[in-house]
């Protein structure tokens, strides 16, 4: 069996729900305290087994590329005025192979997936989005990796939302559940209206596909929204191999919408040595001043 060792994160988005803040700057950069959110995405990888990644960017994005870069000057100053803990957090970069390559116009995830065939060749790879960031003991790749390994078929993370919200999501219709978290599926379904989604478990930012989804890829009509829509391929692919779908049961930060990344910024703040005591004094001083507004 071949290893999963690459993973491909998509970022090449406009960003447009963080206007004006992402007029001129890369949306994978805004910060969680004080690290993007894209390093998030990495450091899982990272911790999943991934020894090479590929991210792609466009329009805009040179910053994602400069953040992982050296950066002798920068580096040189704070040795110089014996700053070494702010030299220690700057070196403390995930140990990976980065890559990366653009998508030259915005066609939907699936094109996006597509830039990356010459990457993957022909092995099983990951593909993480970088609105979701996931918290669990087991990094949600690395238990999609868990699954291939046992199953050798792609499979697709997903968790239940509200069924109001299915119209946001790609959507899974169920046929069985193989074991604990484990579904087999009749259908992908892309965005569908409440009245008509077959569940309410939705994908959620992290897929692990076998090679053969770029065939797919490359042959796909538009899909919702005039784009090439991954889960159209990932629905064609499931009717010549098995795409099974694991169900994830840990914490999922939205961070591509305004109060998904507030969520996040604060709890990750709650945990910051620098920062959490007086976060948490913060916090409780808003709290009596809401309470006394509420009275």
């Known amino acids: 069996m071949t290893k999963v060792k690459k993973a491909v994160i998509p970022a090449?988005?406009?960003?447009?729900?963080?206007?004006?803040?992402?007029k001129a700057m890369a949306k994978e950069m805004l910060p969680i305290v004080d690290k993007p959110t894209i390093q998030f995405i990495v450091e899982e990888a990272v911790k999943s087994g991934i020894e090479e990644v590929l991210i792609i960017?466009?329009?805009?994005?040179?910053?994602?590329?400069?953040?992982?870069d050296a950066?002798?000057?920068?580096?040189?100053?704070?040795?110089?005025?014996?700053?070494?803990e702010l030299l220690k957090v700057l070196h403390d970069q995930p140990d990976v192979n980065l890559y990366f390559v653009r998508?030259?116009?915005?066609?939907?995830?699936?094109?996006?997936?597509?830039?990356?065939?010459?990457?993957v060749g022909n092995e099983p790879f990951v593909v993480m989005l970088g609105d979701d960031i996931m918290q669990s003991a087991v990094p949600l790749t690395r238990q999609l990796i868990d699954v291939y390994n046992e199953t050798s078929a792609s499979n697709i993370a997903v968790?239940?939302?509200?069924?109001?919200?299915?119209?946001?999501?790609?959507?899974?219709?169920?046929?069985?559940?193989?074991?604990?978290?484990?579904?087999?599926?009749?259908?992908?379904?892309?965005?569908?209206?409440?009245?008509?989604?077959?569940?309410n478990l939705a994908i959620i930012g992290r897929y692990l596909l076998t090679p053969q989804i770029f065939n797919i890829l490359e042959t796909l009509e538009p899909g919702a929204g005039g784009e090439i829509q991954?889960?159209?391929?990932?629905?064609?692919?499931?009717?010549?191999?098995?795409?099974?779908?694991?169900?994830?049961?840990?914490?999922?930060?939205?961070v591509g919408s305004k109060i998904g990344f507030l969520e996040m910024s604060i709890e990750?703040?709650?945990?910051?040595?620098?920062?959490?005591?007086?976060?948490?004094?913060m916090i409780k001083e808003i709290g009596i001043e809401l309470a006394g507004e509420e009275e």
């Not at 950066?71 to 070494?84: S, W």
Request: proline residues 7%; without cysteine.
């Open 159 to 199: 968790m239940e939302v509200p069924h109001e919200d299915t119209d946001k999501y790609g959507v899974i219709d169920p046929e069985a559940q193989m074991s604990e978290g484990l579904y087999n599926v009749r259908q992908f379904v892309e965005k569908p209206k409440p009245e008509d989604a077959p569940s």
């Open 57 to 68: 960017t466009g329009r805009n994005k040179r910053p994602i590329e400069d953040h992982f």
């Open 268 to 281: 990750y703040g709650l945990e910051h040595p620098e920062i959490k005591d007086d976060l948490r004094k």
């Open 103 to 119: 998508q030259p116009y915005p066609k939907g995830l699936g094109h996006a997936v597509l830039q990356a065939k010459a990457f």
């Open 71 to 84: 950066n002798i000057e920068l580096e040189q100053h704070l040795d110089k005025a014996g700053k070494t």
């Open 230 to 254: 991954l889960t159209d391929a990932i629905d064609k692919l499931n009717k010549t191999q098995r795409v099974f779908a694991k169900r994830f049961d840990g914490k999922r930060y939205d």
């Open 12 to 22: 090449a988005g406009l960003g447009t729900r963080f206007l004006p803040a992402t």
